[in-house]
């Protein structure tokens, strides 16, 4: 809880700051994502459900600073077979359903190759607070972890503006939420496209 106050007192002021920049913008895109490491164990299956909300401010002509929230979900429906536990103290048949919900929430920089240009490739960067939701389902049995993790964020990207305050974003992004004492990492590449807004 404590991450997320530190996160939103920092876009409160990234967005509040008189004369800390030139202009304000914001990402909206979808997601597609492919799992990786232990994520991709739990699912191995690429994900079409997942979405990013980033605000930014550039600090100089080239140099900005953001905070962004996602939401990206995993899903696998496994066979109807048996399934042991991890400890091996017992055994359950049924068709088993797997969910991942990661949901990170970032603070960041970018910077843009080109940023007068129409055509505006950039590299980006950050850290924050990452709930991972892992579930799994059968029948009426489930069993859900919700675990805060630290993670970090490399990104590259490029804007093509349609005109002066509408573009369009296209990135490649590498998510890793770090292991904590309850829980593995989980890690996964976002490809995104959507607009981004500017003044």
Known sequence: MKKIKILIALSALLLSANGFGQFVYTDVTYDMSVPLGNTSDFISKTSFRGMT????????DDLAVDVRFSWNTFYEAKDFETYTSEDGTGSVTGKQFKYINSFPLTAGARYVLNSSSDFSPYFAGGLGAYKINERRDMGIF?????????????????????SYSVGLNVYARYD???KTQDATAHSYIAFGVGLHFGD
């Not at 909300?53 to 100089?60: A, E, Q």
């Not at 069993?143 to 490029?158: K, R, S």
């Open 142 to 162: 489930y069993v859900e972890d919700m675990i805060w993790h630290f993670g970090i964020y490399p990104e590259i990207g490029f804007i093509y503006d349609f």
């Open 53 to 60: 909300l980033r605000v930014g401010r550039f600090v100089t």
């Open 176 to 178: 890793y939420a770090l």
